[in-house]
């Protein structure tokens, strides 16, 4: 009888919704420590008590897609956006999903309607998905317009400048790239994406020992990622 409110219409109590949000925050918690099975159960659980609840939706959204289950997730993300009242963060998460799906003209789509929505507190990530949108398009000048639109909100946002490296490294304004690269470390040290992408704009310059530090220091931080691996093909060539 628990969906029987969904089935005839009715609200659910308010003792039924803070059980809900409990199982919500519990499901959150799982997630952030990714205890992905868990996280599912209780949000399906709070799923059970109140249908219609679009965090939830949103939320499961997030459980499968960290799971890699992309299509269940966006089954999941329709469903909160199809409920009233969705908070604009649905459309954030599901560009991002968009975006892994390779599907970028609608992930750019979902992005943009965010970034209207008066509501919406986080627009250096809607900002940063309509740039990586705009990137992978081949659009670079609007992808540097969007990741720069990012850092005006947030001008530590380290996947903003990372991404105006992988934009400047295209364009080969090489210097400005180095820029970029530096900036996202500065942000976050343990970038190693931002730390790969250095090495190999320093490799093109001529500047063999820096880029040899940025290989390095690639593999000490993730010895046993693809990026390690090309990372160590880059020294052995850069070795006399």
């Known amino acids: 009888m628990l969906c029987l409110h969904a089935l005839v219409g009715c609200a659910p109590s308010a003792k039924l919704r803070v059980q ?18 868990l996280a ?13 609840e679009p965090r939830y939706f949103e939320l499961l959204g997030l459980v499968q897609q960290a799971q890699g289950r992309l299509q269940l997730a966006e089954d999941a993300y329709r469903m909160a ?3 009233a009242d969705a908070p604009a963060s649905v459309l954030v998460n599901y ?8 599907r970028f003209d609608e992930a750019l789509a979902l992005a943009q309607r965010a970034l209207q929505d008066p509501r ?20 670079l000048r609007q992808a540097e317009e969007q990741f720069r639109a990012a ?7 380290p996947e903003a400048h990372h991404n105006l490296g992988l934009v400047y490294t295209r364009l080969r304004e090489h210097n400005r790239a180095v820029q970029e ?8 040290p343990s970038y190693v994406e931002a730390h790969a992408g250095m090495g190999y704009v320093l490799l093109e310059m001529g500047r063999k020992d ?12 993730a010895p046993e990622s693809e990026i390690a691996i090309a990372s160590r093909q880059q020294l052995r060539r850069l070795t006399p």
């Open 210 to 221: 820096e880029a040899r530090s940025a290989f390095e220091r690639v593999i000490a931080l």
């Open 95 to 102: 560009s991002t999903l968009l975006l892994l799906r390779e």
């Open 20 to 37: 809900a949000d409990d199982l919500y925050r519990l499901a959150q918690s799982y997630l952030g420590n990714g205890s992905y099975l």
């Open 120 to 139: 919406y507190g986080r627009p250096a990530v809607a900002h940063v998905n309509s740039g990586w949108a705009y990137f992978k398009k081949g659009a």
């Open 151 to 157: 850092l005006n909100y947030q001008p530590d946002l």
């Open 40 to 52: 599912e159960q209780e949000i399906r659980k709070a799923l059970e008590l109140v249908p219609r």
């Open 81 to 83: 956006l199809q409920q």
């Open 181 to 188: 690269f530096r900036e996202a470390i500065r942000f976050r």
